[in-house]
Structure formats: structure tokens, C-alpha cells
């Protein structure tokens, strides 16, 4: 697939919400094709001319839909949904779906399709090349919501949780491939929250779908589930593997050691609190909406609160900055702080606070 034709099949999205909330409750935001420098070539695991994966830089959340295969808008098929990445704090949480004939089930059994979770790294790589090796039956789409756009989402004033938004991700990916027109007459969904709640939800979406099972582990029992949560986990792992943060100065400065991205990971959390600037934060590759992050901004950040009154604000924003000095931040490796050559104690905290009105 050549570059032009790649990108027009890439939409990255500007903190619009998954398409399947109310009109009146969605940002008013616009979308516009993938970016060539920074965005993946369109498939996950393409590769550069030196067979080396492009640097992903992840801000908003990216769409990516395969080719329709002919056969799939002239006869009956089957589409399973799964996700990966929905509990880790780090990284996005990407969604998918694959489908194909149903009198071509065969093709899921040849290429050994199993619930992700359950196979090795190597082997999710493998048959993920196989199911792109198969255009002419199959074919996939997902979505990969950013941890930008996550936290923006369920930290707005508007609470938007993380469960409506998997089902109005995975309703969109449903009714973009029925638009294409693929004859969808079976659907098989990984479950996220109650089954029976869900799969009559999605029952009363799309009437006209013969056949909606929403089931717990459905991506054990049903091919097309398999072979989507094997689309969904390579993604997410790609996105990581060649994540590119954002915030250019931290490029060299930040490791990458951060483990599963679990909040259960003992490595995740002393990433957390190894990279944890107590003026800004972290990057972009966090979910700041997840309690484990919250909690610890809460406990190490310096200004983890904007009181609305002025006087309260001054006040609130003197205290911190003194209880700041106390702690002599001078002794942390803050990379912002290296980056922009300020000091704790009689540079971050004057600096900052000089930016507000404030005099430490």
C-alpha cells in the first residue's frame, strides 16, 4: 500500500470523543488525515527501509480500517470485538474488530487464532502478519484512544467513564465497517460490564444484525474475537514499543523501564514515582484520570489543586511553594527542571510561582 493510500485510511482524532456519545455532549473538534512524520505507516508493524519501526508520537487517539475485502460485501459475515490495554495507567487503550465470510471460518483455524492473552509476544507477531496476509477474506479495524484523550474524557467537568466509553468505541467500529457495506450477520463481543445489558444494547443499535453475542471471555470461545484481541494487543504494543514522547525535551531524559504499565506492577509504580516532576507531572503517556496517578500527584505534586477564589488561590499557591522549599527539591532530577536550567528551592519554586503573581 503506497503512502497516499495509506494515509487516507488513517484518521487522527483531536480530542473528539468516540462517535457514539449524543452530538450535544462530544467536544466540537474536527478530525484530519494522520500526520506522515509522526504517525504509523497506516498497518502496526511496518517497518522503515532499514527494517526498523517508525517512532510513534501518540497525542490523540488514531483510527486505523483495512482494505474491505470484495467478498465480505457480497456475503454473510461474522465480526468479533476485543480490546487491549484497558487497566494499565501508561499507554493507549486500543479497541478492535476483525471479520470475514462465515463459510471462510477455516482461514481463523489455519492461522491458529487464540485469545491474546495466551500467547507470547512472538507468536501475537506471527499471526498478526498472517491475518494481513489475508486480505482477500479478512479484514480489521481499531481505534487507539490516546492516554491524552482518556484522561481528558473522564476528567472533564462532564464525567464521561471509562466504560461508556468502550461501548461508543466499539459501536462506532461496528457501524463504520456496516457503512462500508459488509454484510455483518453475526457479531461476537468481548464483554465490558454486564453481558445481558450490553447485548441488548447492542441489539437495539443494530436490528437488522441476525445474530449479537456479548460474552465473558468471548476471545477463548470465538474466532473472530481471538483474532481481534490479537489486532488490539500488537497495536498497543507497537504504540509503546516506538512511543516518541511529545514533549521533546524528555526524549533522552526519561527511561522506558516502565514495566507492564499495571497498576499492580511493583516496576510501573517505582516508574511512576522515579519520573514524577512535582511541578509538572509526567508526559503524555499517562492516564491521569487512573487513581494510581492521582494518588500520587496527590501526595508528591506541588500544586495539585487551583482554588477559585483569588485571595484563597495566592495563599494556596504560597503554602505550597514553602512547604516545597522544605523539602529541598534541589536534591530530585527533575528533566524538565534540567532542561530549562531551574533550581528548586530559589529557582523552580520562584520561578513558577513568579508566573503567578506569586513572590516566594
Request: with cysteine; charged share 25%; proline share 6%.
Amino acid at each position: 500500500m503506497d503512502q497516499e493510500a495509506t494515509l487516507s485510511t488513517i484518521k487522527t482524532t483531536h480530542n473528539e470523543a468516540p462517535a457514539a456519545l449524543p452530538e450535544d455532549s462530544s467536544p466540537s473538534t474536527s478530525t484530519e488525515p494522520g500526520n506522515a512524520a509522526t504517525d504509523p505507516t497506516g498497518e502496526p508493524m511496518s517497518v522503515d527501509e532499514d527494517n526498523t519501526a517508525a517512532a510513534v508520537t501518540m497525542v490523540r487517539s488514531i483510527e486505523y480500517h483495512s482494505p474491505v475485502p470484495d467478498v465480505c460485501r457480497k456475503h454473510p459475515c461474522v465480526l468479533g470485538v476485543d480490546e487491549a490495554g484497558r487497566g494499565p495507567v501508561l499507554g493507549p487503550m486500543v479497541y478492535a474488530v476483525c471479520y470475514l465470510p462465515k463459510d471462510q471460518g477455516e482461514v481463523l483455524t489455519e492461522i491458529k487464532v487464540d485469545d491474546s492473552k495466551v500467547l507470547n509476544e512472538e507468536m501475537r507477531s506471527s499471526r498478526f502478519d498472517l491475518i494481513k496476509a489475508r486480505p482477500d477474506v479478512l479484514g480489521y479495524s481499531y481505534n487507539a484512544l490516546s492516554p491524552q484523550d482518556l484522561s481528558e474524557w473522564m476528567l472533564r467537568r462532564s464525567k464521561y467513564n471509562l466504560n461508556a466509553i468502550a461501548h461508543n468505541t466499539t459501536i462506532a467500529l461496528i457501524r463504520h465497517v456496516l457503512n462500508q457495506g459488509v454484510q455483518i450477520d453475526e457479531i461476537y463481543v468481548d464483554t465490558v460490564g454486564p453481558p445481558a445489558t450490553y447485548e441488548k444494547k447492542l441489539k437495539e443499535l443494530f436490528p437488522k444484525v441476525a445474530t449479537i453475542t456479548v460474552a465473558k471471555k468471548a476471545d477463548s470461545l470465538y474466532p473472530s474475537v481471538s483474532a481481534a484481541s490479537i489486532v488490539a494487543k500488537v497495536t498497543r504494543d507497537h504504540y509503546l514499543s516506538q512511543w516518541q514522547f511529545a514533549e521533546t525535551a524528555l526524549a533522552n531524559v526519561v527511561d522506558r523501564d516502565w514495566g507492564s504499565g499495571y497498576p499492580s506492577d511493583p516496576n510501573t509504580v517505582k516508574w511512576l514515582k522515579r519520573n514524577l516532576d512535582p511541578v509538572f507531572g509526567w508526559p503524555g503517556i499517562i492516564r491521569f484520570s487512573w487513581s494510581t496517578a492521582e494518588n500520587l500527584l496527590k501526595e508528591d505534586v506541588v500544586v495539585d489543586d487551583w482554588p477559585t477564589d483569588r485571595e484563597e488561590r495566592e495563599h494556596s499557591i504560597k503554602a505550597k511553594f514553602a512547604v516545597a522549599r522544605a523539602k529541598d527539591l534541589d536534591t530530585t532530577t527533575s528533566a524538565l527542571r534540567r532542561k530549562f536550567g531551574l533550581r528548586a528551592v530559589g529557582g523552580t519554586a520562584a520561578s513558577v510561582g513568579s508566573m503567578f503573581g506569586v513572590k516566594a
